[in-house]
């Protein structure tokens, strides 16, 4: 856990959340807080968000599924939308476009709140990023820093004692098949009895619906496994709120926290909740450019949590100037 340093308790005490459309921050607020720096050749974006049209036989789970998304994040871009009736000719918003958590930039990287796998190549190749569906309330994927232990085709689940008691119908073990919860490919982490896997049972993905372990639509997981070594370091962290640097502008990216995920699954308008320390954090993301920071925009991001990387800097006059050049 990261603690809390001293500078940090005074600068978000000496300023409340309802000064955000007027902060006026000091020079030394500037030259205390620089720009994070990227991770060599890594951008701190994967993808971009994309919009398509609903035919009248859609539904937002197909649609989630055929574009490598999870179900509560395409609820979250698209908040008022029919998960089951979107329509013919409604516009779908696809949160593709993801911002990477804060974390180490190699081997697997997991966020717990965006739902969501990084995969960082030990060669260099591009970042890639999967759906995933991670435990339910009473059942918390943990969270901290383990590897790959162990990889198997077509797993056998030795179901644990703690979940036959909650259903005593279930067998000791269950064999490869249509039956087993595993699906055909099974990473096995170094926390026993927690695993990266498919999934028979792929509606699931995206959403907090597992006994901790980490599922992932099967076809994501065949592409996958084959390209991650035993021994690969794997990072789980819970990350509500993501910045970073896209092409000079400072992004920011807000998910539903893990409470308002279950509210979302059930179809609940999710409970507005303040994001910890949100101001500090923008204004140290933001390093030298704080003043440029749009801070209605911010509020907006933050209230919505709509999953989608916005940009928050207001444009400057050379900004102006060099867009239009390029028009």
């Known amino acids: 856990m990261?603690?809390?340093?001293?500078?940090?308790?005074k600068f978000c005490a000496g300023i409340g959340s309802g000064l955000i459309g007027s902060l006026a921050f000091t020079?030394?607020?500037?030259?205390?807080?620089?720009?994070?720096?990227?991770?060599?050749?890594?951008?701190?974006?994967?993808?971009t968000v994309r919009n398509i049209v609903s035919r009248n036989e859609?539904?937002?789970?197909?649609?989630?599924?055929?574009?490598?998304?999870?179900?509560?994040?395409?609820?979250?871009?698209?908040?008022?939308?029919d998960p089951w009736i979107p329509g013919e000719g409604t516009k779908i918003t696809l949160p593709t476009g993801h911002l990477l958590p804060n974390g180490p930039r190699k081997g697997v990287l997991l966020n717990l709140v965006d739902q969501r796998l990084y995969y960082f190549p030990a060669?260099?190749?591009?970042t890639t990023s999967y759906p995933i569906g991670t435990g339910q309330e009473a059942w918390d994927t943990p969270k901290g820093s383990t590897k790959i232990v162990r990889k198997k085709r077509n797993p056998s689940w030795y179901v644990p004692k703690s979940i036959r008691k909650e259903d005593p119908e279930l067998p000791a073990i269950v064999k490869p098949g249509p039956d087993n919860?595993?699906?055909q490919h099974a990473l096995y982490l170094g926390w026993a009895a927690y695993l990266i896997h498919g999934t028979n049972n792929p509606w699931g993905v995206g959403r907090r619906v597992s006994h901790g372990c980490i599922r992932m639509y099967p076809e994501d997981i065949k592409s996958l496994f084959p390209r991650?070594?035993?021994g690969t370091p794997v990072t789980v962290v819970s990350q509500e709120?993501?910045?970073?640097?896209?092409?000079?502008?400072?992004?920011m990216e807000v998910?539903?926290?893990?409470?308002?995920?279950?509210?979302?699954?059930?179809?609940?308008?999710?409970?507005?909740?303040?994001i910890p320390e949100m101001i500090y954090r923008v204004v140290q993301a933001a390093g030298t450019k704080a003043r440029l920071i749009d801070w209605k925009k911010v509020k907006k991001i933050a209230r919505e949590r709509s999953g989608l990387p916005v940009p928050v800097l207001k444009p400057t006059p050379d900004s102006n100037k060099e867009s239009a050049s390029k028009t």
């Open 241 to 251: 709120m993501k910045t970073g640097w896209v092409d000079g502008q400072l992004m």
């Open 58 to 81: 859609d539904t937002l789970l197909d649609i989630a599924r055929t574009n490598k998304l999870g179900y509560v994040e395409i609820l979250a871009a698209n908040p008022g939308v």
């Open 228 to 230: 991650i070594p035993i």
């Open 181 to 183: 919860p595993l699906g």
């Open 2 to 9: 990261t603690r809390e340093n001293p500078s940090r308790r």
């Open 27 to 47: 020079n030394s607020v500037f030259a205390a807080t620089p720009a994070k720096k990227n991770a060599a050749k890594i951008s701190d974006l994967v993808g």
């Open 255 to 274: 998910h539903p926290n893990l409470e308002q995920n279950v509210e979302i699954e059930k179809g609940e308008k999710p409970t507005p909740t303040p």
């Open 123 to 126: 060669d260099g190749s591009p």
